[in-house]
């Protein structure tokens, strides 16, 4: 029986206080403008009649998925809205299901560390042989590697690491 190659996982991982969400959409932009078919969530601010700090953006339909809460200003509860994480789940289901030439998960922290948030999504996509791409803190690089079980890279957070990678693997 043939074995099939590993499939193509990254993570950027930005130093602290690092923007990384700008950095990540212009990269996106870039490989749609030479064909590539990008597919995944993105996260963003909330315009603030939302009432929501982020949300995650389907970079393929551009619809928002509110994934905090606000929980007023004298709150010191986790504002993290798991019932957006949910919604925003069928954007990366529907990769796995119709494919990608790269599939951008916005992040891998805490939830999916615990086995929730995008975890089985990530690795039903990964499993089909999709490149993948997400931003992992280095808090949550020990999670991470166990979670691909050493089989992913790790990015600097530039334009030109990120394009090497995708050169890497193949992609136009």
């Known amino acids: 029986m043939p074995l099939t190659p590993a499939p193509a996982i990254a993570a950027i991982v930005p130093p ?15 490989l ?20 929501c700090k982020f949300s995650l953006s389907d970079i393929e339909t551009g619809q928002r998925y509110p994934i905090s809460q606000n ?9 993290l809205d798991a019932a957006g994480i949910a919604d925003a789940t069928q954007v990366m289901r529907r990769i796995a299901a119709e494919g990608a030439d790269l599939a951008v998960f916005n992040r891998f922290s805490g939830l999916e560390a615990d086995g929730e948030g995008f975890a089985d999504e990530m690795l039903q996509v990964m499993s089909q042989g999709i490149p993948v791409i997400t931003v992992v803190q280095a808090a949550n690089l020990p999670a991470w590697r166990h979670f691909t079980g050493g089989m992913a890279c790790e990015l600097g ?6 394009e090497r990678w995708v050169s890497s693997i193949g992609a136009r």
């Open 16 to 30: 602290p206080g690092t923007r990384i969400d700008p950095l990540l959409r212009e990269f996106i932009a870039d």
């Open 32 to 51: 749609q403008a030479r064909g590539l078919r990008v597919r995944g969530l993105v996260q963003e601010a909330c315009p603030e009649s939302w009432g």
């Open 71 to 79: 929980l007023g200003s004298q709150s010191t509860a986790c504002s």
């Open 157 to 162: 957070a530039t334009i030109d690491e990120l």
